[in-house]
């Protein structure tokens, strides 16, 4: 089916919406410790926010679900997806405050993150199932652990015949084997897969990718940040490295979501595990050239040549 004849939407991301609190430090505090920082900036932010307007200003129908509170930082998010271009008739108001980031970076561009769930964490079962016209109209549907994992569940649990789920466990919590066994692929960082493997992670990218194939996913992604990403394409697949490109990073913050989000939309285009890596590698090393998340993403003109 080519992409026009497809009434839906390309990517439909689950998840969270944040309001990020960012300030800027010389290093990050050891326990104990007060340094002192910038200004404070307020940006839109959260793994699913992040996601949905990461697809968009590359060109992606995307639609979120998602939950916000009736507030400020709502608001914010709101307007920060309109303007992307996201469908937001799946955000739901109300139920508790935004979701809030407290995020400190330094200046070789690292960053430490703290959540607050609120309204993130009342984004429910019931939520999927009467979003259900948007799950089954969606292409692929891209996730994370920033909601609840019952939540998370009933999204793997209710996906269409022929849907695609990805999902990006972060932070990372023990998966149920259905949620593992509807990954096509599951995307993890190094942190997340030795989280997942526990002692049988061994040292290299590819023991990871066959330990978390092992769990049961269809196909498997580890990010490796400048070093690019290792996909794996179904169990007893071989592992292919995907290098990123050379930049010069300024800000990763929200760089993982940029390219979890341009993989999901070019899996859903109909490319290879394999070219839909490089796509994203190339997405995720321009975000990482400019401050902030959303506010870091390429649209698809910006997006570096291979």
Request: aromatic share 2%; with cysteine; charged share 20%.
């Amino acid at each position: 089916m080519v992409q026009e004849e497809h009434a839906g939407h390309d990517l439909l991301v689950v998840g969270s919406a944040n309001a990020d609190l960012v300030i800027g430090v010389e290093r990050r505090p050891a326990p104990g410790e007060t340094v002192l920082g910038s200004d404070l900036a307020v940006h839109p932010g959260g793994k699913g926010g992040n996601q949905a307007v990461a697809a968009a200003r590359l060109g992606a129908r995307t639609a979120l679900l998602a939950r916000v509170g009736d507030d400020a930082h709502g608001r914010l998010l709101l307007d920060a997806q309109r303007a992307a271009g996201t469908d937001t008739t799946g955000v739901l108001v109300g139920g508790a405050p935004t979701g809030v980031a407290l995020i400190t970076v330094d200046l070789s561009g690292d960053n430490s993150i703290v959540v607050s769930p609120g309204a993130n964490a009342r984004l429910t079962p019931a939520d999927v199932r009467a979003a259900a016209p948007l799950v089954a109209g969606a292409r692929v549907v891209s996730t994370m652990l920033e909601i609840p994992l019952e939540t998370v569940a009933e999204l793997a649990a209710t996906l269409p015949a022929g849907g695609r789920l990805v999902l990006n466990p972060s932070p990372p919590a023990p998966l149920p084997a259905e949620v593992l066994a509807a990954c096509d692929p599951l995307v993890v960082n190094e942190h997340e897969a030795r989280f997942i493997l526990g002692e049988r992670a061994g040292e290299l990218p590819e023991e990871w990718a066959r330990g978390l194939l092992a769990l049961g996913p269809r196909s498997v992604v580890v990010t490796l940040g400048a070093e690019g990403a290792l996909v794996a394409d179904g169990a007893g697949a071989e592992s292919t490295r995907v290098p990123s490109l050379k930049v010069e990073a300024v800000d990763t913050t929200g760089a993982g979501d940029a390219f979890t989000a341009a993989l999901a939309w070019r899996l859903g285009l109909g490319e290879s595990l394999v070219e839909a890596a490089r796509y994203a590698v190339r997405v995720g090393a321009a975000a990482v050239t400019r401050p902030g998340a959303q506010a870091s993403y390429p649209t698809a003109e910006e997006v570096p040549a291979p």
